[in-house]
């Protein structure tokens, strides 16, 4: 057992193998995504964003020149997740009772199969700050107070998020066999923080307007 929480992503997790108890929150896979996907289904982030860009389309014509744009990133963000959807698929206790996987080869295969979620999921919060950054361009009169309360309350979950799946990260033990990809991750979660941190500033201008 991890941490108790409610999740159905125990068998792709470390927890499928280290029957421990997690000290503190998010410091497993399975109890940092139950944790993140509770705050998309309490606020409902990405929803809220196209449908009020979508409905703004039908009565500001002249703004469907975005249409692609954000049609491009929603497109982006489905791909991202199918991915995402098969890397979480995978289930280590299958491969923890096979007779002919060694340990260290399902260790090494746990750690970079958390790497590659990390990046997915870092992509995906790129994705949607970029769908943010359109709508911020925008004039303010066009959306209502609760988009931009709820926009205010995506950087809060993100950057909570970030600071515990960077904690997740550095737990990752970096190898010869995974130095580029390591490396390379570790870029994405650097430039996440750095578009997190424009888009609150930019955010905070837009509010501040009158």
Known sequence: MCCSCETPNR???SCAIYKTICLEQSCCWCCFFHLWSKELAKYDFYNAMFSAIFELFKTEKHLRVLKKIIKKINSD???SRYNF???????????????NTSEPDLFEAIEQNLIYKIRHQTNEWQLILELGLVLLDLQK???????YENLVQL??????????ITRLFITVTRTEYNLSLHT????????LEANLSVFEDKLANKLQKN
Request: a negative charge.
């Open 184 to 191: 390379s991750t570790k870029e994405k979660i650097l430039d």
């Open 77 to 79: 963000l489905i791909e």
């Open 85 to 99: 959807k098969k890397l979480q698929s995978v289930d280590f206790t299958v491969e923890l009772n096979d007779p």
């Open 155 to 164: 950087t809060k979950s993100i950057s909570e998020s970030l600071y515990q």
């Open 141 to 147: 009169t066009y959306f209502t107070r609760s988009l």
């Open 11 to 13: 068998q792709n997790c």
